[in-house]
C-alpha cells in the first residue's frame, strides 16, 4: 500500500470514530477539505456524506485521478453530483485548463454552484443537463439519496438532455483529455452519444458501472464500447474487471 493511500485510510479511520461528534457540526458551516490535493478547498458540510471534506471519498478513484489529471488539461465531470471532482480538478488542469461539470439534478446543483463560488473558481463551465445519447426532453427520478438521481420514464422532473457530440460539434465545449462518468445507470448512453469524441480525442476516462444492479447488463456493454473503440480497461478496487464498480480506461489501439 502505497504511504499516500496509507494516510488516507488513517484520516478516515481516525476520524470515522467520531462519527457522532462530527453529526454535530452544523450542515451548513464551511470548512476546509482535510487531506489529498482537494486539501483546503472550501466545502459545506452539509452537502453530502463526511467523506467528501475529509477528502477520502472513493479513495482509489480520487488518488489515481488526482495523479493523470494535469496542468491545461480539459476535463468533463459528467454526474458531477456537488462537486468533489469538479473541485479538484478546476484545483488540478489551473488557470490554463478547463473544466466542464455536467449535473442535472437541481438540489445537486445548488450546492455545486455554492462549491465552485466559495472557491473563487473560474476555470469550470456547468450544463444543467443530462447527457444521453439523444436530445430533447426526459424524465428524472429524485431518489432519496441524491448520489443516486437517475433518467427515469418513470420520475417527475423534467430535464434536458444532450449527448456529448452534439454539444463537441456546435462548439460548445473543448476537446477533454479526461472524463469522469458516474451517471447512475445512463453512462453506456453517454458513450453511444460521444463515437466521435472517442474516435477523434481519445480521452482517459474514469468509469463508473455500479449501478449494473438496476441495469445488469450496464457494465458489459460499457466495457464493450470502450474496447471496440481501442481502450484498454484496469479496475480499481477489484481483483478483475468483471467484478470492478470503477474503471479506469486509457486509449491502447491493438495493431
Given at each position: 500500500?502505497?504511504?499516500?493511500?496509507?494516510?488516507?485510510y488513517l484520516?478516515?479511520?481516525?476520524?470515522?470514530l467520531?462519527?457522532?461528534?462530527?453529526n454535530?457540526?452544523?450542515?451548513?458551516?464551511?470548512i476546509?477539505?482535510?487531506?489529498?490535493k482537494?486539501?483546503?478547498l472550501?466545502?459545506?458540510?452539509?452537502?453530502?456524506c463526511?467523506?467528501?471534506w475529509?477528502?477520502?471519498?472513493?479513495?482509489?478513484?480520487?488518488?489515481?485521478?488526482?495523479k493523470?489529471?494535469?496542468?491545461?488539461?480539459?476535463?468533463y465531470d459528467?454526474?458531477a453530483?456537488?462537486?468533489?471532482?469538479?473541485?479538484?480538478?478546476?484545483?488540478l488542469?489551473?488557470?490554463?485548463?478547463?473544466?466542464?461539470?455536467?449535473?442535472?439534478?437541481p438540489?445537486?446543483?445548488?450546492f455545486?454552484?455554492?462549491?465552485?463560488?466559495?472557491?473563487?473558481?473560474a476555470?469550470t463551465?456547468?450544463?444543467?443537463?443530462a447527457?444521453?445519447?439523444?436530445?430533447?426532453?426526459?424524465n428524472?427520478s429524485l431518489?432519496q439519496?441524491?448520489?443516486?438521481?437517475?433518467?427515469d420514464?418513470q420520475g417527475?422532473?423534467?430535464?434536458?438532455?444532450?449527448?456529448?457530440?452534439n454539444?463537441l460539434?456546435?462548439?460548445?465545449l473543448?476537446?477533454?483529455?479526461?472524463?469522469?462518468?458516474?451517471?447512475?445507470?445512463?453512462?453506456?448512453?453517454i458513450?453511444q452519444?460521444?463515437?466521435?469524441?472517442?474516435?477523434?480525442?481519445?480521452?482517459?476516462?474514469?468509469?463508473?458501472?455500479?449501478d449494473?444492479?438496476?441495469?445488469?447488463?450496464?457494465h458489459?456493454?460499457c466495457?464493450?464500447?470502450?474496447?471496440?473503440?481501442?481502450?484498454?480497461l484496469?479496475?480499481?478496487?477489484a481483483?478483475?474487471?468483471?467484478?470492478?464498480?470503477?474503471?479506469?480506461?486509457f486509449?491502447?489501439?491493438?495493431?
Open positions: 500500500m502505497s504511504p499516500t493511500l496509507l494516510s488516507h484520516v478516515g479511520f481516525i476520524i470515522s467520531g462519527k457522532s461528534v462530527l454535530l457540526i452544523p450542515a451548513q458551516t464551511i476546509p477539505i482535510v487531506t489529498g482537494s486539501k483546503d472550501k466545502w459545506i458540510r452539509g452537502s453530502g463526511h467523506s467528501y475529509l477528502g477520502t471519498y472513493e479513495l482509489r478513484k480520487n488518488i489515481l485521478f488526482g493523470t489529471v494535469k496542468p491545461k488539461h480539459v476535463v459528467i454526474g453530483h456537488v462537486g468533489f471532482y469538479t473541485l479538484l480538478a478546476s484545483k488542469v489551473g488557470k490554463s485548463g478547463h473544466v466542464y461539470a455536467f449535473e442535472p439534478n438540489k445537486n446543483l445548488s455545486l454552484k455554492q462549491h465552485l463560488s466559495l472557491n473563487k473558481v476555470n463551465t456547468i450544463f444543467p443537463v447527457l444521453s445519447n439523444q436530445t430533447g426532453p426526459a428524472f431518489a439519496s441524491d448520489l443516486m438521481g437517475r433518467l420514464k417527475k422532473t423534467k430535464v434536458k438532455t444532450t449527448t456529448l457530440d454539444l460539434k456546435r462548439k460548445l473543448k476537446p477533454p483529455n479526461i472524463l469522469k462518468i458516474d451517471a447512475e445507470g445512463a453512462e453506456y448512453s458513450l452519444g460521444a463515437s466521435f469524441l472517442l474516435s477523434h480525442y481519445h480521452p482517459d476516462i474514469f468509469l463508473a458501472t455500479h449494473r444492479y438496476y441495469l445488469p447488463k450496464t458489459q456493454l466495457c464493450r464500447v470502450l474496447q471496440q473503440a481501442g481502450y484498454s484496469k479496475p480499481l478496487g481483483s478483475n474487471l468483471s467484478s470492478a464498480e470503477e474503471i479506469y480506461a486509449y491502447h489501439p491493438k495493431n
